[in-house]
Protein backbone atom coordinates (compact mmCIF):
# COMPACT_ATOMS: atom_id res chain seq x y z
CA UNK A 1 0.00 0.00 0.00
CA UNK A 2 1.54 3.33 -1.43
CA UNK A 3 0.99 6.46 0.37
CA UNK A 4 -2.21 8.88 -0.89
CA UNK A 5 -0.06 10.76 -3.58
CA UNK A 6 -2.42 14.29 -3.16
CA UNK A 7 -0.91 13.85 0.47
CA UNK A 8 2.26 12.95 -0.33
CA UNK A 9 4.16 16.31 1.09
CA UNK A 10 1.72 16.24 4.34
CA UNK A 11 2.71 15.33 7.85
CA UNK A 12 2.73 12.10 9.86
CA UNK A 13 0.21 12.17 12.58
CA UNK A 14 1.07 11.05 15.68
CA UNK A 15 -1.76 8.78 17.33
CA UNK A 16 -0.16 8.29 21.22
CA UNK A 17 -1.42 7.98 25.04
CA UNK A 18 -0.18 10.62 26.94
CA UNK A 19 1.50 8.43 29.30
CA UNK A 20 4.25 7.51 25.92
CA UNK A 21 4.63 11.23 25.09
CA UNK A 22 8.55 10.58 26.16
CA UNK A 23 8.50 7.74 23.37
CA UNK A 24 6.48 9.88 20.90
CA UNK A 25 9.07 12.68 21.57
CA UNK A 26 11.88 10.35 20.93
CA UNK A 27 9.92 8.86 17.31
CA UNK A 28 9.27 12.76 16.40
CA UNK A 29 12.88 14.08 16.53
CA UNK A 30 14.17 10.60 15.01
CA UNK A 31 11.67 11.76 11.63
CA UNK A 32 12.23 15.36 12.25
CA UNK A 33 15.72 14.67 11.29
CA UNK A 34 14.96 13.03 8.77
CA UNK A 35 13.12 15.97 7.41
CA UNK A 36 9.73 14.26 7.89
CA UNK A 37 7.53 16.16 9.11
CA UNK A 38 5.08 14.91 12.05
CA UNK A 39 1.63 16.59 13.52
CA UNK A 40 0.95 15.79 16.84
CA UNK A 41 -1.80 17.00 19.46
CA UNK A 42 0.28 19.22 21.57
CA UNK A 43 2.57 21.22 18.80
CA UNK A 44 -0.30 21.65 16.64
CA UNK A 45 -3.39 22.41 18.33
CA UNK A 46 -3.44 26.05 19.38
CA UNK A 47 -4.47 27.61 22.54
CA UNK A 48 -8.32 27.66 23.23
CA UNK A 49 -9.09 25.15 19.89
CA UNK A 50 -11.76 22.48 20.06
CA UNK A 51 -9.78 19.14 20.24
CA UNK A 52 -12.52 17.08 18.56
CA UNK A 53 -12.36 20.05 15.81
CA UNK A 54 -8.67 20.21 15.55
CA UNK A 55 -7.56 16.15 15.18
CA UNK A 56 -9.95 14.80 12.10
CA UNK A 57 -8.17 18.39 10.55
CA UNK A 58 -4.78 17.29 11.20
CA UNK A 59 -5.84 13.77 9.85
CA UNK A 60 -7.22 15.02 6.68
CA UNK A 61 -4.10 16.82 5.83
CA UNK A 62 -1.91 14.05 7.23
CA UNK A 63 -0.35 11.37 4.32
CA UNK A 64 -0.38 8.74 6.89
CA UNK A 65 -1.01 7.98 11.01
CA UNK A 66 1.70 6.24 13.60
CA UNK A 67 0.07 4.59 15.39
CA UNK A 68 2.04 4.10 19.19
CA UNK A 69 0.80 0.93 21.26
CA UNK A 70 1.65 -0.41 24.47
CA UNK A 71 -0.98 -1.05 27.54
CA UNK A 72 -1.59 2.53 28.10
CA UNK A 73 -2.93 2.70 24.85
CA UNK A 74 -5.81 0.28 25.31
CA UNK A 75 -7.15 3.37 27.65
CA UNK A 76 -6.99 6.27 25.52
CA UNK A 77 -10.63 7.10 23.78
CA UNK A 78 -8.99 9.86 21.61
CA UNK A 79 -6.64 7.20 19.79
CA UNK A 80 -9.31 4.93 18.94
CA UNK A 81 -11.73 8.04 17.58
CA UNK A 82 -8.66 9.05 15.53
CA UNK A 83 -8.25 5.43 14.39
CA UNK A 84 -11.93 5.13 13.17
CA UNK A 85 -10.97 8.49 11.73
CA UNK A 86 -7.82 7.77 9.74
CA UNK A 87 -9.42 4.05 8.30
CA UNK A 88 -12.78 6.39 6.85
CA UNK A 89 -9.95 8.91 5.25
CA UNK A 90 -8.21 5.66 4.10
CA UNK A 91 -5.14 6.79 5.39
CA UNK A 92 -2.26 4.37 6.09
CA UNK A 93 -2.03 3.14 9.63
CA UNK A 94 1.25 2.03 10.61
CA UNK A 95 0.87 0.64 14.42
CA UNK A 96 4.62 1.32 16.24
CA UNK A 97 4.38 -1.16 19.19
CA UNK A 98 6.35 0.07 22.02
CA UNK A 99 5.42 -2.32 24.95
CA UNK A 100 4.58 -5.83 24.82
CA UNK A 101 3.87 -7.98 22.10
CA UNK A 102 0.02 -8.18 21.69
CA UNK A 103 -1.29 -6.55 18.65
CA UNK A 104 -4.76 -5.39 19.44
CA UNK A 105 -7.41 -6.58 17.33
CA UNK A 106 -8.18 -3.93 14.86
CA UNK A 107 -4.31 -3.31 14.11
CA UNK A 108 -3.77 -7.30 13.81
CA UNK A 109 -4.44 -7.01 9.66
CA UNK A 110 -1.68 -4.23 9.39
CA UNK A 111 2.13 -5.15 9.59
CA UNK A 112 3.40 -3.61 12.75
CA UNK A 113 6.70 -2.21 13.86
CA UNK A 114 8.44 -3.51 17.20
CA UNK A 115 10.31 -0.82 18.47
CA UNK A 116 10.72 -2.72 21.79
CA UNK A 117 12.66 -5.82 20.10
CA UNK A 118 15.00 -3.21 18.28
CA UNK A 119 14.31 0.48 18.54
CA UNK A 120 16.92 1.73 15.85
CA UNK A 121 16.23 -0.79 13.71
CA UNK A 122 12.40 -0.23 13.89
CA UNK A 123 13.43 3.86 13.33
CA UNK A 124 15.41 3.27 10.64
CA UNK A 125 13.15 1.40 8.69
CA UNK A 126 10.54 4.07 9.34
CA UNK A 127 12.69 6.67 7.67
CA UNK A 128 13.37 4.99 4.67
CA UNK A 129 9.72 4.40 4.48
CA UNK A 130 8.84 7.40 4.24
CA UNK A 131 11.50 8.63 2.83
CA UNK A 132 11.70 6.91 0.13
CA UNK A 133 14.99 5.54 0.54
CA UNK A 134 16.01 2.41 -1.63
CA UNK A 135 16.65 -1.11 0.43
CA UNK A 136 20.43 -1.91 0.57
CA UNK A 137 20.13 -4.09 -2.59
CA UNK A 138 18.73 -1.16 -4.63
CA UNK A 139 21.30 0.67 -3.42
CA UNK A 140 24.12 -1.54 -4.30
CA UNK A 141 22.85 -1.75 -8.28
CA UNK A 142 22.59 1.83 -8.46
CA UNK A 143 26.25 1.83 -7.41
CA UNK A 144 27.08 -0.28 -9.28
CA UNK A 145 25.40 0.47 -12.15
CA UNK A 146 26.82 4.39 -11.85
CA UNK A 147 30.57 2.63 -11.41
CA UNK A 148 29.56 0.31 -14.85
CA UNK A 149 29.20 3.77 -16.74
CA UNK A 150 32.79 5.05 -15.64
CA UNK A 151 34.76 2.08 -16.29
CA UNK A 152 35.37 2.70 -19.85
CA UNK A 153 39.29 2.79 -20.13
CA UNK A 154 40.93 -0.78 -21.20
CA UNK A 155 42.69 -2.89 -19.27
CA UNK A 156 46.61 -3.64 -20.18
CA UNK A 157 48.15 -6.59 -17.88
CA UNK A 158 50.91 -4.31 -15.59
CA UNK A 159 53.95 -7.13 -14.51
CA UNK A 160 55.32 -6.77 -11.35
CA UNK A 161 56.11 -8.90 -7.98
CA UNK A 162 54.44 -8.79 -5.14
CA UNK A 163 56.09 -8.07 -1.59
CA UNK A 164 54.14 -10.39 1.25
CA UNK A 165 54.94 -10.52 5.02
CA UNK A 166 53.16 -13.26 6.80
CA UNK A 167 50.66 -10.76 7.99
CA UNK A 168 48.92 -8.93 5.55
CA UNK A 169 48.47 -5.62 6.75
CA UNK A 170 48.77 -2.03 4.99
CA UNK A 171 50.02 1.07 6.44
CA UNK A 172 51.65 3.86 5.12
CA UNK A 173 54.99 5.16 6.38
CA UNK A 174 54.86 8.52 8.28
CA UNK A 175 58.43 9.03 7.61
CA UNK A 176 57.67 8.98 4.08
CA UNK A 177 55.03 10.87 4.09
CA UNK A 178 56.95 13.92 6.17
CA UNK A 179 59.60 13.43 3.25
CA UNK A 180 56.84 14.77 0.63
CA UNK A 181 57.03 10.72 -0.80
CA UNK A 182 53.49 9.35 -0.79
CA UNK A 183 53.95 6.01 -1.74
CA UNK A 184 52.05 3.28 -0.45
CA UNK A 185 54.11 0.32 1.46
CA UNK A 186 53.69 -3.03 3.73
CA UNK A 187 54.53 -2.67 6.90
CA UNK A 188 56.94 -5.33 8.22
CA UNK A 189 55.33 -7.39 11.63
CA UNK A 190 57.42 -6.70 14.98
CA UNK A 191 59.30 -9.66 14.66
CA UNK A 192 60.65 -8.30 10.90
CA UNK A 193 59.56 -11.79 9.68
CA UNK A 194 61.32 -12.29 6.25
CA UNK A 195 59.03 -10.95 3.14
CA UNK A 196 58.18 -13.73 0.49
CA UNK A 197 58.85 -12.55 -2.94
CA UNK A 198 56.82 -13.36 -5.78
CA UNK A 199 56.95 -12.61 -9.33
CA UNK A 200 53.55 -11.89 -11.89
CA UNK A 201 53.20 -11.65 -15.13
CA UNK A 202 49.90 -9.91 -14.31
CA UNK A 203 49.96 -7.94 -11.05
CA UNK A 204 46.06 -8.54 -10.99
CA UNK A 205 46.68 -12.18 -10.16
CA UNK A 206 48.31 -11.24 -6.75
CA UNK A 207 45.36 -9.12 -5.66
CA UNK A 208 43.86 -12.25 -5.73
CA UNK A 209 45.98 -14.17 -3.18
CA UNK A 210 45.88 -11.12 -0.41
CA UNK A 211 43.20 -9.75 1.98
CA UNK A 212 45.47 -6.51 1.22
CA UNK A 213 48.07 -5.22 -1.18
CA UNK A 214 49.33 -2.22 -2.08
CA UNK A 215 50.10 -0.82 -5.75
CA UNK A 216 53.22 1.04 -6.69
CA UNK A 217 54.53 2.18 -9.70
CA UNK A 218 56.02 5.26 -11.79
CA UNK A 219 53.38 7.77 -12.77
CA UNK A 220 51.57 6.44 -16.16
CA UNK A 221 51.83 2.70 -15.69
CA UNK A 222 48.81 1.75 -15.11
CA UNK A 223 48.27 1.79 -11.50
CA UNK A 224 44.62 3.60 -11.70
CA UNK A 225 43.54 1.15 -14.96
CA UNK A 226 44.57 -2.06 -12.56
CA UNK A 227 42.88 -0.62 -10.11
CA UNK A 228 39.57 0.33 -12.90
CA UNK A 229 39.73 -3.52 -13.92
CA UNK A 230 39.94 -5.21 -10.15
CA UNK A 231 36.44 -3.12 -10.32
CA UNK A 232 35.29 -4.13 -13.46
CA UNK A 233 35.71 -8.01 -12.55
CA UNK A 234 34.15 -7.97 -9.16
CA UNK A 235 31.08 -5.95 -10.47
CA UNK A 236 30.09 -8.36 -13.16
CA UNK A 237 29.47 -11.08 -9.81
CA UNK A 238 27.76 -8.16 -7.75
CA UNK A 239 25.56 -7.40 -10.78
CA UNK A 240 24.64 -10.84 -10.87
CA UNK A 241 24.61 -12.10 -7.43
CA UNK A 242 23.82 -10.18 -3.96
CA UNK A 243 26.04 -11.91 -2.31
CA UNK A 244 29.28 -11.09 -4.02
CA UNK A 245 31.44 -8.32 -2.89
CA UNK A 246 30.49 -4.86 -3.88
CA UNK A 247 33.54 -2.99 -5.32
CA UNK A 248 34.10 0.35 -4.26
CA UNK A 249 36.21 2.30 -6.12
CA UNK A 250 37.13 5.50 -4.81
CA UNK A 251 39.26 8.38 -5.73
CA UNK A 252 41.17 10.38 -2.96
CA UNK A 253 41.92 13.15 -4.90
CA UNK A 254 38.53 13.81 -3.76
CA UNK A 255 39.05 14.50 0.00
CA UNK A 256 39.49 18.36 0.28
CA UNK A 257 37.62 18.94 3.35
CA UNK A 258 40.54 18.87 5.80
CA UNK A 259 38.15 18.68 8.60
CA UNK A 260 36.27 15.52 7.32
CA UNK A 261 36.75 12.22 8.97
CA UNK A 262 37.35 9.05 6.11
CA UNK A 263 34.23 7.23 7.04
CA UNK A 264 32.77 10.31 6.38
CA UNK A 265 34.23 11.15 3.01
CA UNK A 266 33.00 7.41 2.15
CA UNK A 267 29.62 7.54 2.88
CA UNK A 268 29.44 10.56 0.44
CA UNK A 269 31.37 9.08 -2.53
CA UNK A 270 28.80 6.41 -1.89
CA UNK A 271 25.95 8.33 -2.50
CA UNK A 272 22.76 6.27 -1.63
CA UNK A 273 24.64 3.33 -0.72
CA UNK A 274 26.39 5.97 1.72
CA UNK A 275 23.88 5.06 4.49
CA UNK A 276 24.57 1.26 4.42
CA UNK A 277 28.49 1.73 4.97
CA UNK A 278 28.83 -0.28 8.12
CA UNK A 279 27.48 -3.41 6.71
CA UNK A 280 28.89 -2.81 2.79
CA UNK A 281 32.45 -3.23 4.94
CA UNK A 282 31.61 -6.31 6.71
CA UNK A 283 34.39 -9.22 6.12
CA UNK A 284 33.53 -10.29 2.32
CA UNK A 285 31.17 -7.61 1.53
CA UNK A 286 32.88 -5.15 -0.41
CA UNK A 287 36.45 -5.02 -1.93
CA UNK A 288 37.63 -1.22 -1.09
CA UNK A 289 39.87 0.24 -4.17
CA UNK A 290 41.57 3.79 -3.10
CA UNK A 291 43.11 5.48 -6.10
CA UNK A 292 45.19 8.66 -5.59
CA UNK A 293 46.90 9.11 -2.19
CA UNK A 294 49.13 11.15 -3.98
CA UNK A 295 46.42 13.74 -5.79
CA UNK A 296 45.58 14.61 -2.17
CA UNK A 297 46.04 18.15 -1.58
CA UNK A 298 49.74 18.96 -0.69
CA UNK A 299 48.42 20.45 2.95
CA UNK A 300 46.40 17.93 3.97
CA UNK A 301 48.35 14.79 3.00
CA UNK A 302 50.38 14.02 5.84
CA UNK A 303 46.58 14.37 7.93
CA UNK A 304 44.73 12.51 5.53
CA UNK A 305 47.87 9.56 5.36
CA UNK A 306 47.56 9.73 9.12
CA UNK A 307 43.38 9.47 9.08
CA UNK A 308 43.39 6.58 6.58
CA UNK A 309 46.10 4.60 8.55
CA UNK A 310 44.06 4.61 11.53
CA UNK A 311 40.64 3.90 9.83
CA UNK A 312 42.35 0.60 8.26
CA UNK A 313 43.78 -0.49 11.98
CA UNK A 314 40.17 -0.23 13.05
CA UNK A 315 39.41 -3.25 11.33
CA UNK A 316 42.18 -5.81 9.81
CA UNK A 317 39.50 -7.90 7.65
CA UNK A 318 38.62 -5.21 5.52
CA UNK A 319 39.75 -6.12 1.70
CA UNK A 320 41.81 -3.22 0.38
CA UNK A 321 43.72 -2.39 -2.59
CA UNK A 322 45.59 0.78 -2.71
Given at each position: ?K??P??RD?PV??S???S????CE???T ?6 I?C ?5 D ?6 WLE??P ?5 A?A??V????A???SA?M???FH?AE??K ?6 IIQ ?8 QD??A??L ?6 G??R????F??A ?7 L ?5 L???L ?10 S?QSSKK ?6 T ?5 V ?8 A?Q ?10 I?T?FS?V?R??L?G ?5 KT??LR ?10 L???DG ?6 S???W?D?D ?5 F ?7 L ?6 V ?12 L???L???R?Q?A?Q????L ?6 Q???
Amino acid sequence: MKINPANRDGPVFLSYARSDFADCEQIKTALEKADITCWRDTDDIEPGDKWLECLPEGLSNARAMIVLWSEASEQSAYMEREFHQAEKLKLRIIPIIIQGNNVPFHLQDRNAIYLNDDWNTGIDRLIRYFSGAPTQRQAELDWLQTLQQQLKNKYTPLAGESLQSSKKQVSIAQTMVQQGVLEHLARRVAQQLPEQKTEFEDIQTAFSQVSRAVLLGEPGAGKTTTLRKLASDSLALALQNADGPIPLLVSLGRWTDADQSFDAFLQEQLGSLGPYLNKVLQPGRCQLLLDGLNETLTEFREQKARQLNQWLQQDKHRQLVC
